[in-house]
């Protein structure tokens, strides 16, 4: 898969409930600025199918409120609970140097720095983050998963251009392919 194509989406917030009687929406974004979520155009549902054009309103604790084109009231609203906002990969400005989409990182190929064993090592399934910094997910050949953290030091090469990652693999997953055991 390539990360960059055209068509690649981006999860940009998740309608987290109903707020108020009128159909307004409270979304939590994942956009740098939260009032953001809706600047970058029609957005639509994860399946593709559904396009939602949000008014950001005005913030909320953790979320923004948003009006959405089409929901006037508070039962319409409330069935959009959980729906996820897609947006066109090529819609988002261009990223800062060294920073990147997860979306453009997912489905790169994976390499062991130096060669250290196969040189395809896996590719990029996930990029997560649960408060501690950035952990880049890598489904590997034999579909086990590794999780790396996403730092220069076990990640010190990004080549989306090239479609891959040179990646600095911990210690006991060289040993599990080098064939040598405990």
């Known amino acids: 898969m390539a990360a960059n194509r055209p068509e690649a989406r981006v999860c940009v917030g998740v309608i987290a409930g109903a707020r108020g009687l009128k159909g307004e929406v409270r979304v939590k974004s994942f956009t740098a600025r939260p009032e953001d979520v809706g600047a970058y155009g029609p957005l639509s549902d994860e399946a593709g199918t559904r396009t939602l054009r949000l008014a950001v309103t005005g913030p909320a604790k953790d979320a923004v409120i948003a009006r959405v084109e089409g929901v006037a009231d508070r039962t319409a609203a409330e069935a959009l609970k959980g729906t996820r906002l897609y ?38 399934k996930a990029v997560h983050d649960f408060g501690g910094g950035a952990l ?7 579909g086990a998963t590794v999780m790396l953290p996403f730092t220069k030091k076990a990640v010190p ?13 911990p210690e006991e997953t060289t040993a599990e392919t080098d064939g040598a055991g405990p």
Request: glycine content about 12%; overall charge negative.
């Open 87 to 124: 947006v066109a990969r090529d819609a988002l400005p261009a990223a800062a140097e060294d920073e990147f989409y997860h979306a453009d990182l997912i489905g790169l190929r994976v390499e062991a720095v130096g060669g250290v064993g196969p040189a395809a090592w896996g590719a990029v």
């Open 136 to 142: 880049i997910e890598i489904e590997r050949p034999d």
């Open 157 to 169: 090469e990004v080549d989306i251009a090239g479609g891959r990652i040179v990646v600095v693999p």
